[in-house]
């Protein structure tokens, strides 16, 4: 079976992401899906903000983070969601939770990877978290990302 034909059938896990208090447009979902060669995850996000200027850059960060809620305090809305998923103790861009960016394309961006990072029984429970900014894959700890906008956490189909 390809990857493209996978997207019609159950995914096993899937997070429903929602956007802050601050950014309450931000809807989306990630499906997950388990193959012998890794994990497909696809992910589809609608109401992300617009560039500030006509040639600005919609990309945000896109992770995976080793905490189980979307919940936090004021000054960090998904605190509780920690730092990247890292089991490895990898440098980043090289944490199994660090994924592809989003683009933004007035304010919908669709992504597809295909990782050998983890399995979807590892990831189970966790989170995945939509930054405000494009993560430069170079600073450390997290690539200089900016705030977390949304945040959904990945569980088993079915159980959403």
Same mark, same amino acid.
């Given at each position: 079976?390809? /990857?493209?034909?996978?997207?019609?059938?159950?995914?096993?896990?899937v997070?429903? =992401?929602?956007?802050s208090? $601050?950014? &309450?447009g =931000? =809807?989306?979902?990630a499906?997950f899906?388990?193959k012998? $060669?890794?994990?497909l995850?696809a992910?589809e996000?609608?109401?992300l903000?617009? &560039?500030?200027?006509?040639?600005?850059?919609p990309?945000?960060a896109?992770?995976i983070?080793?905490g189980?809620?979307c919940t936090g305090?004021?000054g960090?809305?998904f605190?509780? %969601?920690l730092?990247?998923?890292?089991?490895?103790d990898?440098?980043?861009?090289y944490h199994?939770g660090?994924? &592809?960016?989003l683009?933004?394309?007035?304010?919908?961006?669709?992504?597809?990877?295909? !990782?050998?990072?983890?399995t979807v029984? $590892?990831?189970?429970?966790? !989170?995945v978290?939509i930054? %405000?900014?494009?993560?430069? /894959?170079?600073s450390? &700890?997290?690539?200089?990302?900016?705030?977390?906008m %949304?945040?959904?956490?990945?569980?088993? /189909?079915? %159980?959403?």
């Open positions: 079976m390809d /990857f493209i034909s996978m997207l019609r059938r159950r995914p096993q896990a997070a429903r =992401i929602r956007g208090a $601050e950014y &309450p =931000i =809807i989306g979902s499906l899906f388990q012998k $060669e890794g994990v995850v992910a996000v609608f109401g903000p617009a &560039p500030e200027e006509v040639c600005g850059s990309t945000f896109f992770h983070h080793s189980g809620t305090n004021a960090d809305p605190a509780d %969601a730092a990247h998923y890292n089991p490895q990898c440098p980043h861009p199994a660090d994924l &592809p960016p683009f933004g394309n007035n304010g919908h961006a669709l992504l597809m990877v295909l !990782t050998d990072r983890f029984q $590892e990831v189970l429970g966790k !989170t978290i930054h %405000a900014d494009r993560d430069d /894959f170079t450390q &700890p997290s690539g200089d990302a900016g705030k977390k %949304a945040c959904g956490q990945i569980k088993a /189909f079915g %159980a959403c």
